[in-house]
C-alpha cells in the first residue's frame, strides 16, 4: 500500500497532504546535513546502553523543527520511554525546565489479529537501560512507571512539548492524542511517532487513522508542522 493511498484511507485532511508533499521536497535537500546529523548523534548513542535504535532515526527533524526550544526552558511529556533515547536527546541538546517520562515497561499485548511486535522483548533489561543511561541526569527528570491513561488522570501540570510513542492501538493512540491536547500550552508542539506504522489488519486500529481522526476533531486550532516518513509534528495555537 503506497502512501498516498495511506493517506486517503486513513482520512487525511488536506493539511497532511500538503505536508507530506512540501516536507519530501525538502528532505531531498537536507538529504546530505540530515545523514551527518543522525551518524553524529549515533556516535553519542553508542556510549550508552541500548537494545534497539528506534529514535536516532528522528533526530535531524527534532532538532530542526524544535530549534526555538533552544532558548526555553520548557516542560516536557513523553509517552513511551522504553530505553531513554527520547530523553537524552532532549538532555543533549535543550535545556528543559521539567522532563516526565511515563512507560509501564510491560510488553503490550496483541490485538485485532496482530500486534505491536515488541511481545518478546526483555522489558526489565529494556528498563534498566532507561535507568542507566538517565542517571547522569538523576534530579532533572521524573520517571513514571505506569500507564499513560493513569499519569494523565493524576498529572496537574501542562507542557510545551509532548512526544506520544506508547501503544500502537487505535483506540490508545485517540486517547493518549485527546489526554496530551488538553495538557499542551498555547504554541506548544505535539509529535506523534509512527504515523504510517500500519501492522494491525483494521486500518481503524492503526496510528494513522486514530490521529486523522483526532486532527479532524481540533479543525483549526492547529498547524502541521512536519510530516516525516515517521512522524508527525503540530503545533497547538
Same mark, same amino acid.
Given at each position: 500500500?503506497?502512501?498516498?493511498?495511506?493517506?486517503?484511507?486513513?482520512?487525511?485532511?488536506?493539511?497532511?497532504?500538503?505536508?507530506?508533499?512540501?516536507?519530501?521536497?525538502?528532505?531531498?535537500?537536507?538529504?546530505?546535513?540530515?545523514?551527518?546529523?543522525?551518524?553524529?548523534?549515533?556516535?553519542?548513542?553508542?556510549?550508552?546502553?541500548?537494545?534497539?535504535?528506534?529514535?536516532?532515526?528522528?533526530?535531524?527533524?527534532?532538532?530542526?523543527?524544535?530549534?526555538?526550544?533552544? @532558548?526555553?526552558?520548557?516542560?516536557?511529556? @513523553?509517552?513511551?520511554?522504553?530505553?531513554?533515547?527520547?530523553?537524552?536527546?532532549?538532555?543533549?541538546?535543550?535545556?528543559?525546565?521539567?522532563?516526565?517520562?511515563?512507560?509501564?515497561?510491560?510488553?503490550?499485548?496483541?490485538?485485532?489479529?496482530?500486534?505491536?511486535?515488541?511481545?518478546?522483548?526483555?522489558?526489565?533489561?529494556?528498563?534498566?537501560?532507561?535507568?542507566?543511561?538517565?542517571?547522569?541526569?538523576?534530579?532533572?527528570?521524573?520517571?513514571?512507571?505506569?500507564?499513560?491513561?493513569?499519569?494523565?488522570?493524576?498529572? @496537574?501540570?501542562?507542557?510545551?512539548?509532548?512526544?506520544?510513542?506508547?501503544?500502537?492501538?487505535?483506540?490508545?493512540?485517540?486517547?493518549?492524542?485527546?489526554?496530551?491536547?488538553?495538557?499542551?500550552?498555547? %504554541?506548544?508542539?505535539?509529535?506523534? %511517532? %509512527?504515523?504510517?506504522?500500519?501492522?494491525?489488519?483494521?486500518?481503524?486500529?492503526?496510528?494513522?487513522?486514530?490521529?486523522?481522526?483526532?486532527?479532524?476533531?481540533?479543525?483549526?486550532?492547529?498547524?502541521?508542522?512536519?510530516?516525516?516518513?515517521?512522524?508527525?509534528?503540530?503545533?497547538?495555537?
Amino acid at each position: 500500500m503506497n502512501i498516498l493511498f495511506y493517506l486517503i484511507v486513513t482520512k487525511a485532511n488536506k493539511k497532511i497532504f500538503f505536508a507530506y508533499f512540501r516536507n519530501f521536497i525538502l528532505n531531498f535537500f537536507n538529504k546530505k546535513k540530515r545523514k551527518i546529523f543522525i551518524n553524529n548523534y549515533r556516535k553519542f548513542l553508542n556510549t550508552k546502553k541500548y537494545t534497539f535504535d528506534f529514535f536516532s532515526q528522528n533526530t535531524f527533524d527534532w532538532n530542526r523543527i524544535l530549534l526555538n526550544f533552544k @532558548e526555553k526552558n520548557f516542560n516536557y511529556l @513523553e509517552v513511551g520511554s522504553f530505553e531513554g533515547n527520547s530523553a537524552l536527546f532532549i538532555f543533549k541538546f535543550f535545556n528543559p525546565k521539567t522532563v516526565c517520562c511515563c512507560d509501564a515497561w510491560t510488553p503490550l499485548p496483541k490485538r485485532d489479529g496482530s500486534d505491536e511486535g515488541y511481545a518478546d522483548f526483555d522489558m526489565p533489561t529494556v528498563e534498566k537501560n532507561f535507568d542507566h543511561n538517565l542517571k547522569d541526569y538523576e534530579n532533572r527528570f521524573k520517571k513514571f512507571k505506569m500507564k499513560s491513561d493513569y499519569f494523565f488522570q493524576k498529572n @496537574e501540570i501542562t507542557f510545551d512539548l509532548i512526544y506520544i510513542d506508547g501503544s500502537h492501538f487505535g483506540e490508545d493512540v485517540l486517547k493518549d492524542s485527546k489526554s496530551a491536547w488538553r495538557i499542551l500550552n498555547k %504554541d506548544g508542539i505535539l509529535i506523534f %511517532d %509512527d504515523y504510517f506504522w500500519k501492522s494491525y489488519k483494521k486500518i481503524e486500529s492503526n496510528p494513522a487513522y486514530a490521529i486523522n481522526t483526532f486532527l479532524n476533531s481540533i479543525s483549526g486550532k492547529y498547524e502541521v508542522l512536519y510530516l516525516s516518513k515517521f512522524q508527525l509534528f503540530i503545533k497547538k495555537l
